[in-house]
Every structure is written in C-alpha cells, then in structure tokens.
C-alpha cells in the first residue's frame, strides 16, 4: 500500500494569515503516461460528510473558493488555504488514487490561533 | 444534484455481519461514469477506503478487509451495498457512501460527493 503522511497533525493559524498542509506519500503518484500526480484534498468538519476540495493535486473543484490551492509533484504536496477564514476550521485529508489500494493520510486540524 | 444516503443498524454484535445500503438519488448508479465506494472513520481517526464498485458488479476491496468485505450493486433500487462479516470493536465507525469518479483507468479515483454517514457500533 501507499502510505500517506501529512504534517503537522495539529495547525493553529490566525485569521487572514496562510495556512500550509504538507502531504508525502511513499512512493511516487505521478504517472508518467500523462503526467498526472494522483491525489485529492479533502475538507471534513464536524458533523458533516468530508467535501472534495482538490484533484489532480492542483485541480479545484468547482465551488471551492479560489484561496484553496494545492500544489506538488511525485511524493510531496502541500495545500494552501492562502488567507484563513473562520469557516475553514476543518480536518483536511490528502488521498492518492495512483494505486487501486486507495489511501487516505492521517488528517490535519486547523483551528484558529 | 446527487445525494447519496447510508441506512442500516447502528448497532452490530461482536462476530456478527455489518450490512449497509446507499440509496443514490438525484443520478443513475448505472452511469458508466463512475464507481460507487464505502468508506468509515473510527472514532477519532482517519479515513479507510472499504472498497469501490461498478454498476456491472466489478468490485475492488482494500486489501486489509478483503476476506471480510461484500460489496454489491441493484441498479433497480438506485443502491450499492456493503456487508461486513465478523466484526470487532476495531470495526466501530462512521461509515460512509460516496461516488467514485475514476481516472482513465477506471478502477481507481477520488470520491465526491458524499453521503451523510452512519454511525455503526460493535458492541454487545
């Protein structure tokens, strides 16, 4: 299986300031054929069903407010949340979907500072 | 807009069989498409991908539960469902429906949207 490591676990982060989550997996999602990285973000808050953010480690999904973006390549992603609002209190995961044994990273909190 | 909708026991006894449906509404699960996935999220962890299926039947299971895990489609109702056998305390989680959207190779994507999930507890 691909082993899916986010950091940090837990991210305080103050109103309007950028909030960084980190994604490596264990081995490489880009698939050569069409240089495409497979991983998807994920918005989960309390009491709700987690929300697609993000694929094709960089693609938003429509509706998704332009300050979510995701980014990298092969083993290591981030997604930027580039100015927090309060709404954006969330778990966010990373899943790759470069093998069929999906995997889902350990989640980040973000919370406010 | 699709909506998808988890229903079941929320309680399960030890070694017995978890049983779950989703009902899809609002689209065709007999779309060729997309595959239909479970997924749960034990109290105070992160997400397991269960398994995923296509309207045809086709299935693919995570490796981890294979020997415990059913899944299957009656594209009559608009439903997929999830069996489970031999359940455990380790087995306690939210569980969730989602529609796979699959890449080029089919059997494999990320999932949107979900459904609400359902709260399944192994306890006797």
């Known amino acids: 299986d691909i082993v899916m490591t986010q950091s940090p676990d837990s991210l305080p982060v103050s109103l309007g300031e950028r909030a960084t989550i980190n994604c490596k997996s264990s081995q490489s999602v880009l698939y050569s054929s069409n240089n495409k990285n497979y991983l998807a973000w994920y918005q989960h808050k309390p009491g709700q069903p987690p929300k697609l953010l993000i694929y094709?480690?960089?693609t938003r999904e429509s509706g998704v407010p332009d300050r979510f973006s995701g980014s990298g390549s092969g083993t290591d992603f981030t997604l930027t949340i580039s100015s927090l609002q309060a709404e954006d209190v969330a778990v966010y995961y990373c899943q790759q979907y470069y093998s069929t044994a999906l995997t889902f990273g350990g989640g980040t909190k973000v919370e406010i500072k | 807009q699709l909506q998808l909708q988890e229903s079941g026991p929320g309680l399960v006894k030890p070694s017995e069989t978890l049983s779950l449906t989703c009902t899809v509404s609002?689209?065709?699960?007999?779309?060729?498409?997309?595959?239909w996935g479970w997924i749960r999220q034990p109290p105070g962890k992160g997400l397991e991908w269960i398994g995923s299926?296509?309207?045809?039947?086709?299935?693919y299971y995570n490796p981890s539960l294979r020997s415990r895990v059913t899944i299957s489609v009656d594209t009559s109702k608009n439903q997929f469902s999830l069996k489970l056998s031999s359940v455990t305390a380790a087995d306690t989680a939210v569980y969730y429906c989602?529609?796979?959207?699959?890449?080029?190779?089919?059997?494999?994507?990320?999932?949107?949207?979900w459904g609400q999930g359902t709260l399944v507890t192994v306890s006797s």
């Open positions: 609002g689209g065709s699960i007999s779309s060729s498409s997309y595959f």
């Open positions: 094709w480690a960089s």
């Open positions: 989602a529609r796979m959207l699959p890449t080029p190779a089919k059997t494999k994507g990320w999932f949107d949207p």
């Open positions: 299926i296509y309207y045809s039947g086709s299935t």
